[in-house]
């Protein structure tokens, strides 16, 4: 006769280390022992198994303890059998766990990976639905999962710490799981499959058409992390198939509407523009990255003589491809604001301290990016070369990149506007704020008119130099 330890749905690992204490402390080996689940069909053997001996005290390694709790969740033929072989091993041997070369260790290891992945994808895959009653002060949701393994119990400290806030069920095919009010309970119940949609289903399957990225699709991995055994209790899982269907598509729309970047159509557009001799060394101009992905070089215009140079930050998305200063938008207001004030453009010499679009793109947009101090550093080569071709009586400098770029100060522009400062090159600089500042501000009426104020001040200066000489 033998011993046949049966064991509960619930409390299994504490059953199993009772009847294994039990038995391995009376050293009764292995063969002599038939382990079974309490609701699986009773063998001859169990029908007719001797009573466990009165256990006695024994040790055993600090790992082994963890690895039995895992262990005895496991569905596989054979687990409780295994646990008790290793358990009388490591009586002898107790670092044995260790030795990964150990086929029983291999085999333990291999369950638990088992038992570890069921509850992963019990982690990912249950799929709450709200139940709350009407006049109920605490909302209630109801899952329904289907595990490989005994794992109810192992897993559920999980969900108490991450839904602890709420009352809520999960049903498996053998377990109910209920948390109310802050108490878990199990109990032993036998379930078919619960019917849980609702309308928040197709809010979830709309949110996860969404986020779907085509582009990333791998059907292996994706059927390795989501198995199709879970598919059918899980509402995106309808989806996958026409998702999966059209991610060919999907990635060709999305290529199409990439960004284009200057570069690849840089080409097409210096092939329209004019022989630029005079400005060679500029577009052949490498100094600095910006050069890489700007359309062309945008050098300055004006009289050569003009006695005002007029310096901005960079050149925008228009600017770029028009390879000429300030015809964008903020030009467009530079121009009204020069207009009001009654100074001629065509008199001055307009430019930028940068010479490159410095931008970033998304979709199919440049968006504009400030240069840095090393880009302006790289670019004032050209800007000093154009201040020495033109020798100007009076530079006015717009933004914080002109002022910088000028004076070599990178103090707050609107602590500064409306002074005239001394610049690099020793000519009076008026600084004042940038056109695209004026259209960007909260309140641009009253930034137009400071910029308006400043520049009518630079016409003050000119006309004073005209009769007095240059300004100190």
């Known amino acids: 006769m033998i011993y046949a330890p049966r064991l509960p749905r619930l409390g299994t690992f504490d059953a199993w280390r009772a009847a294994a204490r039990a038995l391995a402390s009376n050293d009764i080996p292995p063969e002599q022992v038939d382990w079974g689940m309490e609701d699986a069909e009773a063998g001859l053997f169990a029908r007719e198994g001797r009573p466990l001996p009165a256990p006695r005290a024994m040790t055993v390694p600090k790992d082994f303890v963890p690895l039995a709790r895992l262990l005895c969740a496991s569905r596989s033929a054979g687990a409780h059998d295994l646990l008790y072989r290793l358990l009388l091993r490591c009586r002898d041997t107790p670092r044995l766990l260790t030795n990964r070369a150990d086929a029983d260790v291999q085999r333990a290891e291999e369950l638990v990976k088992n038992i570890r992945r069921d509850m992963h994808k019990m982690k990912a895959f249950v799929r709450f639905r709200e139940v709350t009653p009407a006049g109920s002060n605490r909302r209630q949701f109801l899952s329904w999962f289907e595990p490989d393994h005994r794992i109810e119990e192992l897993i559920a400290g999980f969900f108490t710490r991450r839904f602890g806030d709420m009352d809520w069920v999960i049903v498996t095919p053998e377990i109910t799981m209920r948390f109310q009010a802050g108490d878990m309970t199990f109990e032993t119940v036998a379930s078919d499959r619960l019917d849980l949609s609702d309308e928040t289903e197709e809010l979830w399957k709309t949110y996860y058409a969404h986020i779907f990225n085509p582009a990333r699709l791998k059907i292996k991995a994706m059927q390795s992390e989501m198995p199709k055994k879970y598919w059918k209790n899980l509402p995106e899982a309808s989806l996958i198939p026409d ?8 990635v060709a729309e999305m290529r199409a509407q990439a960004p284009t970047l200057a570069p690849a159509r840089a080409g097409r557009i210096l092939d329209r523009l004019p022989e630029r001799e005079a400005d060679a060394a500029l577009h052949a101009c490498t100094r600095c990255p910006l050069a890489a992905s700007a359309t062309q070089a945008v050098p300055g215009e004006g009289p050569a003589d003009a006695a005002l140079m ?3 930050e960079q050149p925008g998305d228009r600017e770029d491809l028009a390879g000429r200063p300030f015809v964008g938008p903020a030009g467009q207001l530079f121009d009204a604001v020069l207009e009001g004030i009654g100074l001629d453009r065509r008199a001055a010499y307009v430019t930028n301290a940068v010479k490159h679009f410095k931008f970033t793109p998304r979709g199919k947009r440049r968006i504009h990016q400030s240069p840095n101090r090393s880009e302006i550093e790289a670019c004032r080569f050209w800007l000093t070369r154009e201040i020495a071709q033109v020798s ?10 002109a002022a910088e770029a000028l004076t070599g100060d990178g103090a707050k522009l609107m602590q500064r506007r409306g002074r005239v400062e001394r610049g690099r090159d020793g000519l009076p600089v008026l600084v004042t704020l940038h ?20 520049l009518a001040k630079a016409k003050e200066l000119l006309n004073a130099a005209e009769a007095f000489g240059p300004p100190a």
Do not use: C
């Open 392 to 401: 100007p009586v009076l530079v006015v400098a717009m933004g914080a990149t």
């Open 435 to 454: 056109p695209s500042a004026v259209l960007r501000a909260a309140d641009p009426a009253a930034m137009r008119a400071l910029l308006a104020q400043d």
């Open 243 to 250: 998702l999966i269907a059209g991610a060919e598509a999907r």
């Open 310 to 312: 007029i310096v901005g």
